[in-house]
């Protein structure tokens, strides 16, 4: 048996004894079928193993004892989501430039009014947590007034994110525009506010739409604040459909493909998180790799736009950063186990193995986003970001079944990705405090 330090109550505020199922790399993942998850003062992991290595470890620490059919997973960690889209998800459209045009500028005008700006944060930021993300990679509107009105809001519900002002200035509708030295004020001015805010739960990105709706003089304003803030994220779009990867070329003549495009203006690098790439050539992949640059996969949004197929395979034996993302509103819904299942469905040739997809819902999402030294598992030392599952809590007759749920690791996270639902979210806690808890459902 492994010989452990005693844990006090001095130290140790909280543990939790359960099922618990964490990755400890992209092929390797840690399952205990009766667990101890323990959670130091300031919200860190202390320790997380079988219950019967821990518990004599344990002197006058409360234990939370979790219900035989719960299981505690690391936080979801979404690499790619719009807060002013929320509104619009599911809205069809034969195309991601028609989509923009017939739903989502019309909606993120809609912004420049203060009141809706703060329902509509409170509405997404909240279902980030109902939804059990603990960390997400987030685009905001145009409006500074509206991005200080969603930062304020995640500082207030304890959401942990990375966000930014969208920036466009050119081919959008005028309401949604302005200068890009303008621009480059605002949203420096927000960066300086709002960067490691909240003891380090807010981050802050420099948030370019994509190519088309940026000018040179813009993408080289942004290469320019790269250098100046090093530790600022930048996130934007790459190569998301054929149609617009044309357009782009007929813009930017002088690049030899998308991706130079934002090279040039020093846009790409460690901390750069670029939505989709379905469409990049091998040469592409290896820049990004070289540069270090991270890819958010949004299956969910793929399928809905008809997109492409993204080449996870490919990518991951690249060893590319790489991260889910829900992509709402392209995508329909928030929640990660339904976008790791549409991941498994897009690769219609290959069978991803479980263990992988898990792995890039959270510890590979965290780690795309620069943030796997610190959450993303349950390795001693990182912040305790954890959602409790209720696998029972589903609406879905079947799995009211008496018959007992599969107790292996491997059966068990085959359900996770197949048949996962929002309400099996009971509780969400980032570093340690519970920042949602399922309202109770009386039954008649």
């Given at each position: 048996?492994?010989?452990?330090?005693?844990?006090?109550?001095?130290?140790?505020?909280?543990?939790?004894?359960?099922?618990?199922?964490?990755?400890?790399?992209?092929?390797?993942?840690?399952?205990?079928?009766?667990?101890?998850?323990?959670?130091?003062?300031?919200?860190?992991?202390?320790?997380?193993?079988?219950?019967?290595?821990?518990?004599?470890?344990?002197?006058?620490?409360?234990?939370?004892?979790?219900?035989?059919?719960?299981?505690?997973?690391?936080?979801?960690?979404?690499?790619?989501?719009?807060?002013?889209?929320?509104?619009?998800?599911?809205?069809?459209?034969?195309?991601?430039?028609?989509?923009?045009?017939?739903?989502?500028?019309?909606?993120?005008?809609?912004?420049?009014?203060?009141?809706?700006?703060?329902?509509?944060?409170?509405?997404?930021?909240?279902?980030?947590?109902?939804?059990?993300?603990?960390?997400?990679?987030?685009?905001?509107?145009?409006?500074?007034?509206?991005?200080?009105?969603?930062?304020?809001?995640?500082?207030?519900?304890?959401?942990?994110?990375?966000?930014?002002?969208?920036?466009?200035?050119?081919?959008?509708?005028?309401?949604?525009?302005?200068?890009?030295?303008?621009?480059?004020?605002?949203?420096?001015?927000?960066?300086?506010?709002?960067?490691?805010?909240?003891?380090?739960?807010?981050?802050?990105?420099?948030?370019?739409?994509?190519?088309?709706?940026?000018?040179?003089?813009?993408?080289?304003?942004?290469?320019?604040?790269?250098?100046?803030?090093?530790?600022?994220?930048?996130?934007?779009?790459?190569?998301?459909?054929?149609?617009?990867?044309?357009?782009?070329?007929?813009?930017?003549?002088?690049?030899?493909?998308?991706?130079?495009?934002?090279?040039?203006?020093?846009?790409?690098?460690?901390?750069?998180?670029?939505?989709?790439?379905?469409?990049?050539?091998?040469?592409?992949?290896?820049?990004?790799?070289?540069?270090?640059?991270?890819?958010?996969?949004c299956p969910s949004s793929n399928f809905f736009l008809k997109s492409g197929r993204f080449r996870l395979m490919d990518v991951l034996r690249r060893q590319l950063r790489l991260g889910l993302g829900s992509d709402v509103g392209a995508g329909p819904e928030l929640f990660l186990l339904t976008v790791m299942k549409d991941a498994q469905y897009m690769q219609s040739d290959t069978l991803v193995p479980l263990a992988t997809l898990f792995?890039?819902?959270?510890?590979?999402?965290?780690?795309?986003?620069?943030?796997?030294?610190?959450?993303?598992?349950?390795?001693?030392?990182?912040?305790?970001?954890?959602?409790?599952?209720?696998?029972?809590?589903?609406?879905?007759?079947?799995?009211?079944?008496?018959?007992?749920?599969?107790?292996?690791?491997?059966?068990?996270?085959?359900?996770?990705?197949?048949?996962?639902?929002?309400?099996?979210?009971?509780?969400?806690?980032?570093?340690?405090?519970?920042?949602?808890?399922r309202a109770a459902i009386v039954q008649d």
């Amino acid at each position: 048996m492994t010989s452990h330090t005693p844990i006090t109550s001095q130290r140790v505020p909280r543990a939790y004894r359960g099922a618990i199922l964490h990755a400890l790399s992209q092929n390797e993942l840690a399952y205990f079928a009766d667990g101890l998850l323990v959670v130091d003062s300031e919200g860190l992991v202390v320790a997380c193993g079988p219950w019967a290595e821990l518990k004599d470890t344990l002197h006058g620490v409360a234990i939370t004892q979790c219900e035989p059919h719960q299981l505690i997973v690391p936080g979801f960690v979404d690499t790619h989501v719009h807060l002013p889209q929320m509104a619009v998800a599911g809205c069809q459209a034969p195309s991601l430039l028609e989509w923009l045009d017939t739903h989502i500028f019309a909606e993120e005008a809609r912004f420049a009014d203060a009141d809706y700006a703060r329902t509509v944060s409170e509405w997404f930021l909240t279902e980030l947590l109902a939804n059990g993300t603990t960390l997400a990679n987030v685009f905001l509107t145009s409006h500074p007034g509206a991005s200080q009105i969603a930062f304020e809001t995640a500082a207030r519900l304890g959401n942990r994110v990375i966000m930014g002002q969208t920036l466009m200035d050119r081919q959008a509708p005028d309401s949604l525009l302005r200068p890009a030295d303008q621009l480059l004020r605002e949203t420096e001015s927000l960066c300086r506010q709002w960067h490691g805010a909240n003891g380090g739960r807010i981050q802050y990105a420099w948030v370019p739409r994509f190519a088309l709706t940026s000018s040179e003089e813009l993408m080289s304003g942004l290469g320019e604040l790269r250098r100046q803030h090093p530790t600022v994220y930048l996130h934007t779009h790459l190569s998301e459909q054929l149609g617009e990867i044309a357009v782009v070329k007929a813009q930017f003549p002088w690049a030899t493909d998308y991706t130079q495009v934002y090279e040039r203006f020093g846009l790409l690098g460690s901390r750069t998180i670029l939505a989709h790439g379905i469409h990049l050539c091998d040469d592409e992949l290896v820049r990004l790799k070289g540069l270090d640059a991270s890819l958010a996969h949004c299956p969910s949004s793929n399928f809905f736009l008809k997109s492409g197929r993204f080449r996870l395979m490919d990518v991951l034996r690249r060893q590319l950063r790489l991260g889910l993302g829900s992509d709402v509103g392209a995508g329909p819904e928030l929640f990660l186990l339904t976008v790791m299942k549409d991941a498994q469905y897009m690769q219609s040739d290959t069978l991803v193995p479980l263990a992988t997809l898990f792995y890039l819902a959270t510890l590979g999402g965290a780690e795309a986003l620069h943030q796997g030294h610190r959450l993303g598992n349950f390795e001693s030392g990182k912040e305790a970001d954890f959602v409790v599952l209720d696998l029972p809590a589903t609406p879905v007759s079947l799995y009211k079944s008496p018959v007992q749920s599969p107790g292996d690791s491997e059966a068990l996270l085959s359900r996770l990705v197949y048949q996962g639902h929002q309400h099996w979210i009971s509780e969400t806690y980032i570093r340690g405090q519970r920042v949602y808890q399922r309202a109770a459902i009386v039954q008649d």
